[in-house]
């Protein structure tokens, strides 16, 4: 028997996000209710046209969290919904900048919904919270590695506590989904026995594939799309060194979503973290649109790219089956 059933209503926070839109738009499809959140109306009446013209706008409402971090951000929006699925982040830090300023929305926005599930979420029966591939594994890896739920990255957190303003925006980002996870789990721990909800957590990494979310102009892409769209739409990346660089592996953005929909429906995910992942690296995905392009793209060799991250997606196809539907 499914964790939630047709008819039921689903939090999805961020709704206005990447894999958020895609997520709420599995979920009404399947017949469920949502209710999204959005930092400000004017990110709400894009998502609420979509969805209307799709015949939806029925069954999804809309509610404004300004500050996912503030304390009791998300008292009043987990009231009377059966299942939730945290997906809203915080903006990420430029170079620069007080990696607090990123880290800790990240971590209060986490722990604060899971505080106000456990106070006021009497209807809900799981919590789905959308990490990343990046609190997986350590940002070098000298050899072919196969990774699984079992791994974490301790490098990036280190590297931005040793660095302060002076760390990567990319390591922050690392950290954050990080700690921020960590911080889900240690929570769900304490709680387990007083709560009547279990975690699930979905681990994707590069997330490619057709977007549906608003994206008034390429600044405001997110890292994944940002990858794609410099290395193929903007310039020519600078060498065949670039093409043939490891990379994380990839996910299409609809089986990503369609994972947080599984994970509140399959009983086996509660308390399970579980990766989400295609086999391909990312940087094997701009073999097909450098031949479309004109001279200026650098030639690659078969065979000659770098796959040293691999990914055990075991757990995956035990508990979710056929997820993969778009690759």
């Known amino acids: 028997m499914p964790i939630i059933s047709k008819g039921e209503k689903v939090l999805v926070t961020g709704v206005n996000g990447y894999i958020a839109m895609w997520t709420a738009r599995i979920f009404l499809e399947r017949g469920y209710a949502v209710r999204g959140t959005v930092r400000a109306d004017a990110k709400a009446k894009f998502v609420k046209d979509y969805f209307a013209s799709l015949g ?37 830090s430029q170079t620069g900048a007080d990696p607090e300023e990123t880290l800790q929305p990240a971590i209060q926005g986490t722990v604060g919904i899971l505080e106000s599930a456990l106070k006021y979420g009497k209807q809900v029966k799981r919590i789905v919270v959308t990490s990343s591939c990046a609190a997986v594994l350590p940002p070098v890896t000298e050899k072919p590695t196969v990774y699984s739920e079992l791994d974490w990255d301790i490098v990036h957190p280190e ?14 980002y690392c950290a954050s989904k990080t700690l921020s996870e960590r911080a889900a789990w240690e929570f769900h721990e304490k709680h387990k026995d007083s ?16 977007p549906i979310h608003d994206i008034p102009s390429p600044s405001s892409l997110n890292f994944s799309l940002a990858f794609w769209y410099n290395a193929v739409l903007s310039e020519p990346p600078e060498s065949k060194a670039f093409l043939i660089a490891e990379s994380n592996a990839w996910a299409d953005v609809r089986d990503v979503a369609l994972a947080h929909v599984l994970a509140l429906e399959k009983p086996d995910a509660g308390g399970e973290r579980i990766i989400t992942s295609a086999v391909d690296e990312a940087n094997s995905l701009l073999d097909k649109p450098r031949k479309l392009t004109v001279d200026g793209y650098p030639e690659t060799t078969k065979g000659e790219k770098v796959h040293n991250i691999l990914y055990d997606r075991t757990k995956e196809r035990r508990i979710f089956m056929a997820v993969r539907l778009h690759i």
């Open 56 to 92: 939806y706008g029925d069954r999804i409402e809309f509610a404004i969290i300004e500050d996912i971090s503030k304390s009791g951000a998300f008292d009043e929006v987990v009231k009377d919904v059966d299942g939730i699925a945290h997906m809203a982040s915080p903006v990420h």
């Open 159 to 172: 590297i931005v506590k040793e660095k302060g303003k002076d760390a990567p925006p990319l390591s922050v």
């Open 195 to 210: 709560s009547g909800w279990d975690l699930c957590v979905i681990t994707p990494p590069f997330v490619y594939g057709p």
